[in-house]
Structure formats: structure tokens, C-alpha cells
Nanobody, 124 residues
Framework: QVQLEESGGGLVPAGTSLRLSCAASGRTVSSYTMAWFRQAPGKEREFVATIHWSGGSTIYADSVKGRFTISRDNAKNTVYLQMNSLQSEDTGIYYC?????????????????WGQGTQVTVSS
């Protein structure tokens, strides 16, 4: 069974960058689709980005396209989210999610494994 643990969140000024990490344990995720979602206070969890198990395909939410980059290192069983030009609207808890195979899933209900989340707060 896959366990996911996010790290790298924090409080940063608008316009700066953060890199989130999601370390998987329990089994290799080299054949899993991995994704990042986020949830702002009082709002539903929303899709941020997803990456094919090979790293060859990615999908981004329009709100982060051009600013965020998802990547993975299957040798380290880790997925990353590089976030640049952060805005106050990016504030929220960021969750890592996983599902075996590839389907380009962008809905939270499509993912079976979740981490506990890491808080990102962007001050304006």
C-alpha cells in the first residue's frame, strides 16, 4: 500500500517560489499517475497538476499554467511541484495524490491514495 508524505510548504511573500516534495513509501510509484491538488479555506479541493508515470505527459490547471511545474524522480519515489511567481490566490493546503496507471485524471475522486497535505501561505 502506498503512503504519501508532502513537505516543503511555508509562508512566503507574493512573487517568490517554493518547491513541494511528495515522498512515496510502501511500494514503488513508478507505474502510478501522481498529482497535486490544493484546498483553500472554505473551498473545495481543486486540481493543480498531474504527471504520467513516465514523466512524459503533464496536465495543469489553467490557474497555474506557466508558473508551476510538476516533475518526478522514480528512482527516489518522489514527485515535486515547483511553484514560481506565487500569488495570494495560491494559498492553501497542498495534497499529493496517486493512482495506478494513466488516465489524465483531474478530479479528486479519481485518486485512491492521498498524503496529509502541506500548508502554503502566500502573503501579499
Amino acid at each position: 500500500q502506498v503512503q504519501l508524505e508532502e513537505s516543503g510548504g511555508g509562508l512566503v511573500p507574493a512573487g517568490t517560489s517554493l518547491r513541494l516534495s511528495c515522498a512515496a513509501s510502501g511500494r514503488t510509484v513508478s507505474s502510478y499517475t501522481m498529482a497535486w491538488f490544493r484546498q483553500a479555506p472554505g473551498k473545495e479541493r481543486e486540481f493543480v497538476a498531474t504527471i504520467h508515470w513516465s514523466g512524459g505527459s503533464t496536465i495543469y490547471a489553467d490557474s497555474v499554467k506557466g508558473r508551476f511545474t510538476i516533475s518526478r524522480d522514480n528512482a527516489k519515489n518522489t514527485v515535486y511541484l515547483q511553484m514560481n511567481s506565487l500569488q495570494s490566490e495560491d494559498t492553501g493546503i497542498y495534497y499529493c495524490a496517486a493512482r495506478a496507471g494513466w488516465g489524465g485524471w483531474v478530479n479528486a475522486d479519481d485518486y485512491y491514495r492521498w498524503g496529509q497535505g502541506t500548508q502554503v501561505t502566500v502573503s501579499s
